[in-house]
């Protein structure tokens, strides 16, 4: 991720203590950083760190009203004239210093692990991708059972048409015809099965994911913490106290804008009233889109702003796969195998082969391995099943559409000719 990509930025005035003077500018939020830029001279005149930050405050005095102050180790620096207002800028500033904190100290634990091995790293790389695997694996299951639903409507409405026809036929049929009675008591027989297929209910599905946001409510100004939660049938947004402010189901969502690889919208269209929209900011967005761009990819829409982390996180990804694999085999071999070279020795360079030197894993961090990519080989099987059995599916949607269609055309110019 670039760390110099802008997430935010507020005019405002910053207090000199050289010159003891305002000066007026835009204070810039980064994923790493805050910055503070002068507009007549545009010089840098603040740039620091935001795991260097120890508070962040919203202070007033006699002479200064409505501020903004972050002590920065020894250093306390004044911002004033925010805008929209004090309170937004105080919330996205302190949203993304506490999960800069909170990384920081997940990668310190992790760098110190990293220090005695290189399995480590490894162990983590696949457990990532099999929770990934696992969360396709919960959208496809509920989109199967969208098409299983799809499927008993289906067999449903051939029911309907097939009782239609029976009518028409009856109504068709001279009135000295002697079976006719027997028609009206043939829909009667398909009854149990319609109460069968109502058995159905509410299925309870499980969390995706779930991440703190900033949320901002249509164009308003104030913005307000809580959280997004992604599930395979929708989304929902709440607030800190986990009480859901609004829920979109798959079907409701018409757009998702990424306007930044931290900031999204989620809109909603109406007719004769306004949209329902929601813009949403956090610091663990990239984690999210991902799954966004999978449940919504004919509704998303990368913006200006983050076509780059598109491309950027897309390039690596083209080979993920095989790099996983080979990884993981390779080390594998060489716990094994300890002698024999890892892979081959062709065209590795000398810092390759010097490497795999010195980064060996342990027979334990080779014994887990070997479970996560089991795990992975029976997901990655299952998914393709399922994915199979909705092609198949989708297939027999598409014909009993189709066949549908034209019984209702059919039934249609009867009832002309009978009207």
């Not at 919203?58 to 102050?69: A, P, V, Y």
């Not at 959280?227 to 800190?240: H, M, P, R, Y």
């Amino acid at each position: 991720m670039n760390e110099d990509i802008r997430i935010h930025s507020w005019p405002c005035s910053y207090y000199l203590d050289t010159s003891k003077q305002w000066v007026s500018g835009r204070l810039s939020l980064t994923p790493v950083a805050i910055k503070f830029t002068a507009d007549k001279t545009g010089e840098l005149l603040v740039n620091f760190h935001l795991s260097c930050i120890s508070e962040i405050k919203k202070e007033s005095s006699n002479l200064i009203f409505s501020s903004l102050t972050i002590l920065e180790k020894n250093t306390k620096h004044w911002f004033s004239s925010l805008q929209p207002n004090r309170n937004v800028v105080f919330n996205i500033l302190e949203h993304f210093w506490r999960e800069q904190l909170l990384s920081s100290q997940g990668a310190g634990a992790e760098a110190a692990a990293l220090q005695s091995t290189k399995g480590k790293e490894l162990t983590g790389l696949l457990t990532g991708s099999q929770k990934r695997l696992e969360d396709t694996a919960k959208v496809l299951h509920y989109q199967g059972e969208q098409f299983d639903n799809i499927m008993r409507g289906l067999n449903k409405i051939e029911g309907d048409m097939d009782v239609a026809d029976r009518l028409l036929t009856e109504l068709e049929s001279p009135s000295w015809w002697p079976f006719s009675s027997k028609l009206w008591k043939a829909p009667l027989e398909t009854k149990p099965k319609e109460t069968a297929t109502v058995s159905d209910s509410k299925n309870q599905e499980g969390i995706i994911i779930r991440i703190p946001v900033i949320i901002t409510h249509r164009t308003d100004s104030n913005v307000k913490p809580g959280k997004l939660t992604l599930f395979a049938s929708g989304l929902e947004i709440s607030d800190c106290n986990s009480q859901v402010i609004h829920r979109f189901e798959s079907k409701d969502v018409d757009d998702i804008r990424v306007h930044t690889p931290y900031e999204i919208s989620v809109r909603q269209r109406f007719i004769g009233k306004p949209d329902t929209s929601y813009r949403l900011l956090s610091a663990k967005m990239p984690e999210a889109i991902p799954i966004l761009e999978m449940q919504f990819s004919k509704k998303i829409q990368f913006l200006e702003d983050a076509l780059g982390f598109v491309g950027a996180r897309k390039s690596p990804q083209v080979d993920l796969g095989t790099s996983i694999w080979q990884a993981a085999t390779g080390l594998l071999g060489g716990v094994v195998q300890p002698g024999s070279p890892v892979g081959g020795r062709e065209g590795m360079d000398n810092d390759q082969v010097q490497l795999q030197k010195q980064e060996k894993i342990s027979q334990e961090e080779a014994k887990e391995l070997k479970q996560i990519l089991k795990k992975l080989k029976g997901l990655a099987l299952e998914t393709e099943a399922e994915l199979e059995r909705q092609d198949e599916a989708l297939d027999s949607i598409t014909t009993s559409v189709d066949h549908a269609t034209l019984n209702i055309d059919k039934q249609n110019r009867r009832i002309r000719k009978l009207t």
